[in-house]
């Protein structure tokens, strides 16, 4: 079969009407021109020219009525000095660490525990549940769970004899309330994630351990664990990136408040952008963020790169 | 193939005559129907507005008028995108604290070229409020009602606690003790076991009844919540200083007027802040029976009236150690987008929304006191239908004891400092000094 | 643990070597299967935690507003009624929603739910179409400079939304599509990164057999593409298309931004604005509930019919 291919390949090129030389076949370039132009017009226009026009606005005192003037670097001076800002990143940092760092232990003991009781497919389908909502309506439901007065969780605990909670008014709360939201509504997800990768485990080694006499927990920690590394990696990246990014459940939530502590820098990018009418301003705060978040990677990258992957 | 030759034809028949359609809809302001969009946020007020839209469509046959209200929360976001993308309504009704923005970006138009074609006269309003709405010697808007504050009281609450509407027309506050108006809000202030807040053994971890109830942190301006108390305590928002606002936070009078204010909070009279801003709102909680008083404003009347567990009367505020009163009057008034398309029209119904002929006909409905001052009669006679006295409002405007709102640009930056700073003190997580910070900051806005 | 040590020793008997090992094995088995009792009910903790919301969204949305406050730990609904379903599908008079604790304004989620079809389907359409297409020149056809491309369209998935956002409003607006279907569709219309890398991966692994065979009969790359490569790759196709529908269907910010006016609004705006609009401060709940599950039951239809392949794809997805 494939020398025939090859025989009429060679007579082909043989009769083609080719350009010398060119490593291109400029029938299939123009195809594949066309191919990737929606895509590409789509890039340029939605995606490199707004870049360049943010940084643009970021030089401007834009305010969404009128054009703005030139204002040189004072934003990003006034960025410097924005308690708010610093703020805005720290209150983030929380929610990224907590959010991240919840999200994956109970999603890795949820996949533990599907991958060693059951691979039911409805028991997957409800783990997944709450990703398939959006993130307004997680908020909206827990809002009501978690309500002071006449909320289910409050009076559960009032019934145990704990005290009541204001979990979106206490300042000190707030921000982990929203990472616990996320929380659940995310670890379907992950745990779906890290349960594809624990199938990639070999069942012989858990076979030869518990020979060995090992248990469950020893077998987790020298097996499962180190096997499971590069997904865990690409989990942790993924999520850290996403968390950054969170704004759906504060907006219709706390709305940056109590005091500020739920006030993340996406939501006060957009409240100075379209509430305070300070676009140049929030336009130079994007751009901070995009350079944090790019030195957040690189140093993921950096740090799990040392690693090498124990399975091959 | 006929068939499908006939379909063609239908269709390029439907679309050129769409075309044509569209062409003459493209409405111009030369006798075809012209149809205005005016927005509110109160949808109490929803219904009485819509009368006087269809009294306005009467008037004036060729105009047509479309109300729709948006939740506060979502309203001037909703009045921004629609200014910055040329979307906005044609008139809407507008607030003191984004009045000098909106002038400063130049989104509103002023309206004195109507006010002297229709010879409107300025002097039917109450005193100050066509102040509010004036801007370099320019008017923007024609003051449509006066919101005032007072205590709404359950009756009923009141009897058990062997008071009368009486005792509670003149009570005092002061920052030291609280004066007689906080010995009734103790005195009012139940726990779960019975026991009043004035008496031993009162359980303040415990309450079932407040004797006041709390709305919220209030931000920069505390109206209804604190800006009563801090007004009659010889104290103002700001003075210009240079032609520049200077603010006052830092006052000694308005700290002690705050932390006055945040200790009824932990003696257990008040409830927390935690708890006023969670699930259920001031006024349902009012409703239920949680709280016995409530400060609130005169907008409010007709659903708080309306609950059907609960009657109520309405006392005045208490007089401060000014020796006064101090409601807000802050009146609101209809302003024109310049994004309209028909300025005519719009400075048409703006001037209609503010003369008496509307104005009646919101009176009537009884949910707003209109600003014009030959209504309050008529206003008085509306709301008594319904059961409501409203002296104590209106002898608080008579007396003169009222302040307005700073109308200043920026107030959203102001908001910005001022609203994290209250919910930390009044949330317990910050000291009373953190306001000579804040107030700092808020007077660097304007240097 | 103890009663089998009991059972071993206090039997009286000493025992002989091949019975401790079965002692020792009972051990082992009744540990293992403690383990498991106890991770069953962790699993158990996790569905409830997972389930709980949801079956309290619809509990609530059942309820009166004003027996809220006084059953709140009733688990069934609070005064059985369906008028929070038609207050939120604009079946109720205005007084009778003030009447119930809901707003005055005029809600009907017919229309933000056809909204939300309108946006989501034709997001899903056109955006599947063209990373395809894309996707498919990266891995099938040669051409100059291909990998720096990819590469750029990559790096773009790096880049926070945000940063592109604010631009980007301006840039609807400036193009007069502000409140429009065309305004929110248009930025995630014509490509993904997401979507091209995932089919790019598919493609890659498709064999090039019967390409080069339609090749040398003289068929053209259009239809080589869309009579034979994409019948071939329905599967991933179809299912980027459900994982782009169910994120367009649940998208707040950028709707949020450009499309407030009614007509356009999609469900997940009009959550937001809906908690917000009764007149006298506490949301409506019940109505709010309500209108949260009409928002999530199509996303729950749609995973209950074709969930299989949600689950499935979620293993290669994150991890080549």
Known sequence: MSTTHSRIKRSERLSAPRPARSAFNRRETRAALLFVAPAAIGFIAFFVVPAIRGVGFSFTSYDLFSAGSFVGFDNYARLVTDSVFWNALWVTLQYVVVNVGLQTVVALLIAVLMHRLTKSMVVRGLILGPYLIASVVAALVWLWILDYQIGIFNNLLDFIGLDRQSFFGNPHLAIFTVALINVWKSMGYTALLLFAGLQTIPKELYEASSIDGAGEWKSFWRITLPLLRPVLIVVLVISVIGSFQIFDTIAVTTKGGPVNSTRVIYYYIYDLAFNRYEFGYASAMALALFAILAIVTFIQLRVTRARDNDLA | MKKQRLIAAAMAAVAISGALAGCSASGTDSGDKVNLSYWLWDANQQPAYKACATAFTKANPDIDVTVKQFGWDDYWSQITTGLVSGTAPDVFTGHSSYFPTFVEKHQILPIDDVVKADDINLKQYETGLTAAWTSGKKLYGLPKDVGLAAMYVNSDMLEKAGLTADDLSNLEWNPKDGGTFEKTIAHLTLDAKGVRGDEPGFDKSNVAVYGLGLNGDGGGLGETIWGQYAESNDWTYLNEKGGKPHFNYDDKNFLDAISWFKGLSDKGYMPTLEQAVSGIGQQDSYGAGKYAMISEGSWSASTLFGYKDVKSIIAPLPIGPSGHRASPANGLADNVAVTTKHPEQSKKLVAFLGSKDCQSLVAKQAVVFPAIADLSGATKKAYEAKGIDISPFLETVDKGDIYSSPSVANWAEVNAIMTPAMQAYLGGSAPLDSFVDANKQVNALYN | ?320
């Open chain 3, 1 to 320: 643990m103890t009663s089998v040590l009991e059972k071993t020793t206090l039997g009286g008997q000493t025992p002989a070597a091949p019975r401790s090992m079965s002692a020792a094995d009972r051990k082992r088995r009744v540990r293992r299967r403690l383990w498991k009792i106890g991770a069953w009910i962790i699993l158990g903790a996790v569905l409830l935690v997972t389930l709980f919301p949801f079956y309290w969204m619809l509990r609530t949305s059942f309820s009166t507003n004003g027996a809220l406050p006084g059953q709140s730990t009733n688990l069934l609904p609070a005064d059985f009624t369906l008028d929070a379903y038609r207050r939120v599908l604009g079946l109720s008079t205005v007084s009778d929603s003030l009447q119930q604790g809901g707003s005055t304004a005029s809600i009907n989620f017919w229309i933000y739910l056809r909204n939300s079809v309108v946006v989501a389907t034709v997001t899903t359409v056109f955006q599947t179409l063209f990373s395809a297409m894309a996707a498919y020149a990266f891995a099938r056809l040669r051409w100059p400079f291909r990998s720096a491309v990819f590469a750029l369209f990559l790096g773009a998935m790096l880049v926070p939304p945000i940063f592109t956002t604010l631009p980007n409003f301006v840039l609807i607006r400036d193009l007069g599509l502000l409140n429009t279907y065309a305004g929110i569709v248009l930025p995630g219309l014509l490509m993904s990164p997401f979507a091209i890398f995932f089919l790019r991966q598919f493609f890659l692994g498709i064999s090039t057999e019967v390409e080069e065979a339609a090749k040398i009969d003289g068929a053209g790359y259009f239809r080589i593409f869309f009579r034979i490569v994409v019948p071939m790759s329905w599967a991933p196709i179809s299912t980027l298309a459900l994982l782009t529908y169910i994120g367009s269907w649940n998208d707040y910010f950028w709707p949020l931004l450009v499309g407030q006016n009614e007509n356009v609004r999609v469900l997940t705006v009009a959550l937001g604005i809906f908690r917000a609009q009764t007149p006298n401060g506490s949301p409506d709940w019940a109505g709010l509930m309500a209108a949260t599950f009409i928002a999530a039951l199509p996303v729950m239809l749609i995973f209950a019919l074709l969930g299989r392949k949600v689950i499935n794809s979620i293993g290669f997805s994150g991890i080549k």
